[in-house]
T-cell receptor, first 114, second 110 residues
Framework: NAGVTQTPKFQVLKTGQSMTLQCAQD?????MSWYRQDPGMGLRLIHY???????DQGEVPNGYNVSRSTTEDFPLRLLSAAPSQTSVYFC?????????????FGAGTRLSVL | DAKTTQPPSMDCAEGRAANLPCNHS???????VYWYRQIHSQGPQYIIH???NNETNEMASLIITEDRKSSTLILPHATLRDTAVYYC???????????FGAGTRLTVKP
């Protein structure tokens, strides 16, 4: 049972480049979410999804896009990377179609934008 | 909104109980309290949750006051491996808010 898998684990981008952070879960969870964590701070919600085809914005959505074509996958796209997006990104999933519940987190993607 | 307030840091001696407080004075009647922890830079790990009754599992105990305005996470016999940042969260179902805040950095000392 893999749980929540994030790829890549590390990434370095140049300002203006785009990329997609991958997130996959094998627990058939409806709710999935993306967070970013800046040094010394808590997690901030970027986007979330309550099921395939349904996404919505969290606390800090600007500069990011998401889609949910399947229950398993919830990719996060950086449209034009900026140094302010240097952070650690965590994907999470939970049972049910609303926040709360027991969330399972991936190991994170550490992103540096130069 | 049920915002939570936690002390930024706490120390605990190895083998002793660690008691981590959380204030959630604006919590609504149907909102749960969840606790997670984050070791180093790993993804947060679920610990325990509760609504109004005290809860216990293999990791910890959760004590919620009768008025539900505060709670305490208890690690009964803290070990060095329990050194982590502990987050108290009250998910906001009406606006899908799941904010973690800064948490409490617990340092278990030998």
């Amino acid at each position: 049972n893999a749980g929540v898998t994030q790829t890549p684990k590390f990434q370095v981008l140049k300002t203006g480049q785009s990329m997609t952070l991958q997130c996959a879960q094998d627990m058939n969870h409806e709710y999935m979410s993306w967070y970013r964590q800046d040094p010394g701070m808590g997690l901030r919600l970027i986007h979330y999804s309550v099921g395939a085809g349904i996404t919505d914005q969290g606390e800090v959505p600007n500069g990011y896009n998401v889609s949910r074509s399947t229950t398993e996958d919830f990719p996060l796209r950086l449209l034009s990377a900026a140094p302010s997006q240097t952070s650690v990104y965590f994907c999470a999933s939970s049972y049910g179609n609303r926040p709360g519940g027991i969330q399972y987190f991936g190991a994170g993607t550490r992103l540096s934008v130069l | 909104d049920a915002k939570t307030t936690q002390p930024p840091s706490m120390d605990c001696a190895e083998g002793r109980a660690a008691n981590l407080p959380c204030n959630h004075s604006t919590i609504s009647g149907n909102e749960y309290v969840y606790w997670y922890r984050q070791i180093h830079s790993q993804g947060p790990q679920y610990i325990i949750h509760g609504l109004k009754n005290n809860e216990t599992n293999e990791m910890a105990s959760l004590i919620i006051t009768e008025d539900r305005k505060s709670s305490t996470l208890i690690l009964p016999h803290a070990t060095l491996r329990d050194t982590a940042v502990y987050y108290c969260i009250v998910p906001q179902y009406n606006n899908n808010d799941m904010r973690f805040g800064a948490g409490t950095r617990l340092t278990v000392k030998p």
